[in-house]
């Protein structure tokens, strides 16, 4: 089993940064893909982002050049650097991860979620 838990989320102004943390435990997640996903009040899940296990990256068009997805290995954890928040970017947002190593914005290959952070951005 793998245990994931995110970190911080928080309150940040329109045009801020985050830097959101997702710590594996239970066992290494270094041949996992990992995701990102956020749900906003009243809407559905949606992907922002992915690693695969060779570090390959996937985004979300409404986040490219905005979001940037990253892992250490060492550390067993994967990061969701932020920058450029917009009040749309309110969301709860979950730390995913895919045993398979591809990882995609399809939620349901994923195997293991966190419990999610909360992003609230302020105009």
């Known amino acids: 089993q793998v245990q994931l838990l995110e970190s911080g989320g928080g309150l940040v102004q329109a045009g801020g940064s985050l830097r959101l943390s997702c710590a594996a435990s239970?066992?290494?997640?270094?041949?996992?893909?990992m995701g990102w996903f956020r749900q906003a009040p009243g809407k559905e899940r949606e992907f922002v982002a992915a690693?695969?296990?060779?570090?390959?990256?996937h985004y979300a068009d409404f986040v490219k050049g905005r979001f940037a997805i990253s892992r250490d290995n060492a550390k067993n954890t994967v990061y969701l650097q932020m920058n450029t928040l917009n009040l749309e970017d309110t969301a709860v947002y979950y730390c995913?991860?895919?045993?398979?190593?591809?990882?995609?914005?399809?939620?349901?290959?994923?195997?293991?979620w966190g419990q999610g952070t909360q992003v609230t951005v302020s105009s």
């Open positions: 690693i695969t296990r060779y570090q390959l990256t």
């Open positions: 995913a991860a895919d045993r398979g190593g591809w990882g995609n914005s399809d939620a349901s290959v994923y195997d293991y």
């Open positions: 239970g066992r290494t997640v270094s041949n996992y893909a």
